[in-house]
């Protein structure tokens, strides 16, 4: 029978290479936003977030890019490491309507 | 070890069943979240309590409901169990809706 599943996105990347990881929100009214990393079998964990009234933001090898014009949002992984090998996703959250909307996710692979 | 813990880890059990889920939330959190991640379906948010108060409502049916106690810690209640409820079930905590989420492991659900 036919498998049903959600099919991610998929990102390839050699290890020590930088890896951009990209998500389309879909709410104006969101404010708030988060990157998670969800490994196989795990919860998901915070990476970094920004709000609406950045632009960039930037953590340990990791940059969050926000472009509110077109609704998009990015993560760049500097250096990528097999151990970032995982799903990552986005959430957009409007503060003030209390709405939480998670992406569907990119699954990132690092080839050693 | 994000700090957030649920038990059971696994939950196996047949159509029609009731089952409820627990989270203990970090130590200071206030907000306990609901989520359910299904292979087609993604992450999606069910709902929120703060201090023992619902918050916000996600996609959330009405076979299921929630409560926060006075310790903090919450459960969810599914009932009249379906094979489309099989997923993983994620409680988060965070010290208020404008602070990050942190993620417990997961409870896997298995209809049958």
């Known amino acids: 029978g036919e498998s049903v599943g959600l099919h991610l996105p998929t990102l390839s990347v050699q290890e020590g290479d930088n890896s951009i990881i990209n998500c389309a929100y879909s709410?104006?009214?969101?404010?708030?936003f988060i990157w998670y990393k969800q490994e196989s079998g795990k919860g998901p964990q915070f990476i970094i977030d920004?709000?609406?009234?950045?632009d960039k933001r930037q953590g340990q090898r990791v940059t969050v890019l926000l472009n509110k014009t077109v609704k998009h949002l990015s993560l760049q992984i500097a250096a990528t490491q097999p151990g970032d090998s995982a799903v990552y996703f986005c959430?957009?959250?409007?503060?003030?309507?209390?709405?939480?909307?998670f992406g569907t996710g990119t699954s990132l692979t690092v080839i050693p | 070890d994000s700090g957030v813990t649920q038990t059971p880890k696994h939950l196996i059990t047949a159509t029609g069943q009731r089952v409820t889920l627990r989270c203990s939330p970090r130590?200071?959190?206030?907000?306990v979240y609901w989520y359910q991640q299904s292979l087609d379906q993604g992450l999606q948010f069910l709902i929120q309590?703060?201090?023992?108060?619902?918050?916000a409502k996600g996609n959330i049916l009405e076979r299921f409901s929630a409560q926060q106690f006075p310790d903090l810690h919450s459960e969810l209640n599914l009932s009249s169990l379906e094979l489309g409820d099989s997923a993983l079930y994620f409680c988060?905590?965070?010290?208020?809706?404008?602070?990050?989420?942190?993620f417990g492991p997961g409870t896997r659900l298995t209809v049958l």
């Open positions: 988060a905590s965070s010290v208020s809706f404008r602070n990050e989420q942190f």
């Open positions: 709410n104006s009214a969101s404010d708030y």
């Open positions: 920004i709000r609406s009234n950045m």
């Open positions: 959430a957009e959250i409007s503060l003030s309507g209390n709405q939480f909307y």
């Open positions: 130590s200071g959190d206030l907000s």
């Open positions: 309590y703060y201090n023992g108060e619902e918050r």
